[in-house]
């Protein structure tokens, strides 16, 4: 069946223009996750949707990123005002029932962003 | 914050030799995953070891976990060109799966 998708598979901004990265999941996968990982690096946890509960911000480096969660599917990451920093390739995943305690998470080929 | 530390942070060998890679982490865990990732895609799950499990095997590969020690190893046994990837381990931190730093494996022909 579909795996994870995740759109754009790359994309290059200026310093300071908005981003949105677009991840839809596998369907019926009720918990979904956003990471980045920045070159040859490890992955940075930002932010978990499970069902219809508040989502788990606590990995969001500021304030200029927000991601959202429509009808328990599709979700988008925005990242604000851009910075060269915020250069990585940024990996959505998702999961059955309570996230990882039972089930594996399946990730997407990610977003390499990239910030000029 | 990453939770597990893989060890080696990279691993040279040849086709059919063994490969081991270990790691280690800070807090208790439900469970412990391995993942792989090939360069520029995204990571692919291999294996899922509980709490309550000390030894796990999945083809060629031998998870062990000692709970005692916050330690996890993953071996690669007759590896293949084709396992040439990072290695990653993961741990349950409320509802999150945290990520260690990855082992780069590379299996020369």
């Known amino acids: 069946g579909a795996g994870v998708s995740q759109s754009p598979s790359n994309k290059v901004t200026e310093k300071g223009k908005d981003v949105e990265l677009r991840c839809d999941p596998i369907s019926g996968h009720t918990a979904l996750y956003w990471y980045r990982q920045s070159l040859g690096q490890g992955l940075e946890f930002l932010i978990y949707?499970?069902?219809?509960?508040?989502?788990?911000k606590s990995g969001l480096p500021s304030d200029r990123f927000s991601a959202e969660r429509t009808g328990g599917s599709v979700s988008t990451l925005t990242i604000q005002r851009t910075q060269q920093e915020d250069s990585a390739v940024y990996l959505c995943a998702s999961s059955l029932g309570r996230g990882p305690y039972n089930s594996p998470l399946h990730f997407g080929n990610g977003t390499r962003l990239t910030v000029t | 914050s990453q939770q597990g530390e893989e060890d080696p942070q990279a691993l040279s060998i040849q086709e059919g030799e063994n490969a081991t890679m270990n790691c280690s982490y800070k807090?208790?865990?439900?469970?412990l995953q391995w993942y792989r990732q090939n360069s520029g895609r995204g990571l692919v799950h291999l294996i899922l070891?509980?709490?309550?499990?000390r030894e796990k095997h999945s083809g060629r590969l031998r998870v062990t976990l000692d709970t005692s020690k916050k330690s996890s190893s993953l071996l690669i046994t007759a590896s293949r060109a084709a396992d040439t990837a990072s290695y990653f381990c993961?741990?349950?931190?409320?509802?999150?799966?945290?990520f260690g730093t990855g082992t780069r494996l590379q299996v020369f022909p």
């Open positions: 949707f499970q069902g219809n509960s508040a989502p788990d």
């Open positions: 807090t208790s865990i439900n469970n």
């Open positions: 070891i509980r709490s309550n499990e």
């Open positions: 993961a741990t349950v931190n409320t509802d999150k799966l945290i």
